[in-house]
């Protein structure tokens, strides 16, 4: 599956943004998914998961609350709604794959097979 996230840009601080990762190449739904995040000097860190069902998510405890990850396999896109942003969101969004779904690995790097070339968010103070 190839992995393509979209929807980066620059936004004020409470401002919204809604990434998308659209996938080709393989259907998407029997995907997990998983949206990580790397700002400049940063390791990748681990923003939001959704098993291949849709039926269940996980976040990081900085973003609960405030992101929504969803899916709509009609179109076989992944979406992570991101709202109150705040200037530490800033970096690089990347949105992965992988065809296991494994709760208590969920929020590693290393269990995803795929990944897209990541969208830049930007939040300004």
């Known amino acids: 599956v190839q992995l393509q996230a979209s929807g980066g840009g620059l936004v004020q601080t409470g401002g919204s943004l809604r990434l998308s990762c659209a996938a080709s190449?393989?259907?998407?739904?029997?995907?997990?998914v998983g949206w990580f995040r790397q700002a400049p000097g940063q390791e990748r860190e681990f923003v939001a998961a959704?098993?291949?069902?849709?039926?269940?998510?996980h976040y990081a405890d900085s973003v609960k609350g405030r992101f929504t990850i969803s899916r709509d396999n009609a179109k076989n896109t992944v979406y992570l709604q991101m709202d109150s942003l705040k200037p530490d969101d800033t970096a690089v969004y990347y949105c992965?794959?992988?065809?296991?779904?494994?709760?208590?690995?969920?929020?590693?790097?290393?269990?995803?097979?795929?990944w897209g070339k990541g969208t830049l968010v930007t939040v300004s103070s």
């Open positions: 992965s794959a992988d065809r296991s779904y494994s709760p208590t690995y969920i929020a590693q790097p290393g269990i995803y097979d795929y």
């Open positions: 190449g393989d259907t998407v739904s029997t995907y997990t």
């Open positions: 959704i098993s291949w069902s849709g039926g269940t998510t």
